[in-house]
């Protein structure tokens, strides 16, 4: 069993800038395929970011050049810089963990952009 636990979300004006961290336990995070999902109220789940146990890195269409993805394997931690927001970033940002067949997800963190 993973445990996944996301921080970091909060109130924004739209143009600034927000980082959420996301820990997973365990003593093999540095193969785990790591990602970020986003659910605005009323929409579905959406995919935002992944990124790779060797550090390969994927976005959507829609943050590319504005949001970034990394990790730090010597602290189990993956985060998400999130720059220029805008009000439609506004969603719970969730983050999964893909450990062989199985992908274990946070509770969420809601992030808010708005005047």
């Known amino acids: 069993q993973v445990q996944v636990v996301e921080s970091g979300g909060g109130l924004v004006q739209p143009g600034g800038s927000l980082r959420l961290s996301c820990v997973a336990s365990?003593?093999?995070?540095?193969?785990?395929?790591m990602g970020w999902y986003r659910q605005a109220p009323g929409k579905q789940r959406d995919w935002v970011a992944a990124?790779?146990?060797?550090?390969?890195?994927n976005y959507a269409d829609s943050v590319k050049g504005r949001f970034t993805i990394s990790r730090d394997n010597g602290k189990n931690t993956v985060y998400l810089q999130m720059n220029s927001l805008k009000p439609e970033d506004t969603a719970v940002y969730s983050c999964s963990a893909g450990v062989g067949h199985l992908t274990y997800w946070g509770q969420g963190t809601q992030v808010t952009v708005s005047s």
């Open positions: 990124i790779t146990g060797g550090g390969s890195t």
């Open positions: 365990g003593s093999s995070f540095s193969i785990y395929a």
